[in-house]
């Protein structure tokens, strides 16, 4: 490539950008922010700007946001991540100001993508910080610009519409820098300020949305409230977009498990949940060990997802099948004393599961499902009995949560 190509490719990158801004044309002004796309174009001109050392006498207009944004991207194809981060950050910045002088709300998207790109670079950026043994700082700065851009959206007019938008790339953020706790002050913005209308919103950011505070309300064990978020996502998402659909059941099925609510295994091998598939099965059989031995196999994956403990919480639902299985194999030998459940044979059931406890911990068990209303009953201690209920002695939980 000549020295004339490689001027003729920077001239036209620079004529498009500032053409684009003069028609208001949001779409191209898109592509040509979009750093990480590693689209052709960018990659050529990235390539041009490596050789070419007098960018910025081509530059007429917009200095303060191509200047930086040409560097950004010569960094970026030379795979100097953190230059290319700080040059992309100064550029968001002059962006930003301008898009606060412009009236209409004309470049909604070519800022989604600035928030897009500031986020995904720094990322990057912090990974090569720390494979250098270097403080990742990169997406906390991020976090910090993005404020700035929902301050400039949250107020009245047009462009309050991209607040959603902003507010679902800020959780982002949050969750991979494990401070979900600052989502806080942005959800009271978008649900308690009375200059947003949810349904004015565009669907893909109403669903994204819903996911990240259903799965915040899944870690505050806020069942209901993640059931009803969760499932707002799953409906409003695009059926063609099965990963996206994946991830919000990752969550929902925990919560829905939570509600006595069990997924069909069609769902787990449609979607690849077959992490699942041990767990629902422990829920219906009453089997305390395979229910530990699923937990304990996808553990990692539990984890960081952060649904474990959620999981692990089932086992009050997985001793109430287990009692009730004995409940029915009782009434079948002898329906007059099926309702009179010793705690031994309880014991013997689990000691026939590999669980190795004692009366004294049945009992603990037993009284702990009937305070939380999954059995109905009484305890006989003199004689080591359970006496349940002869109506419903095992109420369903009917999308309802265990009691606290």
């Not at 090569?128 to 700035?148: D, I, Q, R, V």
């Not at 509600?259 to 305390?288: Q, T």
Request: charged share 25%; net charge positive; hydrophobic share 40%.
């Amino acid at each position: 490539m000549g020295e004339a190509q490689r001027r003729i490719i920077i001239s036209d990158y620079i004529t498009r950008f500032t053409d684009s801004i003069s028609s208001q044309d949001s779409l191209s002004l898109k592509q040509l922010l979009s750093v990480s796309s590693n689209s052709h174009s960018l990659l050529s001109l990235a390539d041009a700007l490596n050789v070419f050392q007098d960018v910025n006498r081509l530059v007429k207009q917009y200095g303060e946001i191509l200047v930086p944004l040409l560097r950004c991207l010569q960094n970026y194809g030379r795979n100097n991540l953190v230059d290319a981060y700080n040059s992309f950050e100064k550029a968001s910045n002059a962006f930003l100001q301008e898009f606060r002088n412009w009236e209409s709300g004309w470049a909604m998207e070519a800022l989604y993508t600035v928030a897009y790109e500031i986020r995904v670079l720094a990322e990057m950026a912090d990974r090569e910080l720390n494979s250098m043994g270097k403080t990742p700082e990169k997406l906390k700065g991020a976090g910090s610009f993005l404020m700035k851009v929902f301050g400039a959206l949250a107020g009245k007019g047009p462009k309050r519409i991209g607040a959603l938008n902003v507010t679902c790339q800020l959780f982002k953020v949050y969750f991979k820098l494990g401070t979900v706790n600052l989502c806080r002050s942005v959800i009271r913005s978008i649900e308690t300020a009375r200059i947003f209308d949810f349904e004015e919103f565009p669907v893909r950011d109403k669903v994204t949305y819903m996911y990240y505070t259903g799965r915040l309300e899944v870690y505050n064990e806020n069942f209901l409230a993640a059931d009803q978020k969760l499932v707002y996502a799953l409906i409003h998402c695009n059926p063609e977009s099965k990963a996206n659909i994946r991830m919000i059941l990752k969550y929902l099925i925990p919560v829905k498990l939570s509600l006595g609510i069990l997924p069909e295994s069609w769902l787990l091998e449609k979607y690849n949940l077959v992490e699942y598939r041990d767990v629902v099965r422990a829920l219906k059989r009453g089997d305390l060990r395979l229910l530990r031995c699923a937990l304990q196999e996808h553990e990692d994956q539990f984890l960081k997802s952060g649904v474990y403990l959620v999981l692990e919480k089932l086992e009050l639902q997985v001793y109430q099948r287990l009692v009730k299985k004995i409940y029915i194999i009782q009434k079948q030998k002898d329906p007059s004393k099926a309702h009179q459940v010793k705690l031994d044979v309880i014991v013997k059931a689990l000691r026939w599961l590999d669980m190795d406890m004692d009366v004294d911990e049945v009992e603990c068990i037993m009284a702990i499902l009937i305070y939380k209303n999954l059995v109905k009953g009484y305890f006989a201690h003199k004689s080591k009995v359970v006496v349940l209920s002869k109506q419903d002695p095992f109420p369903k939980l009917n999308g309802k949560p265990v009691n606290s």
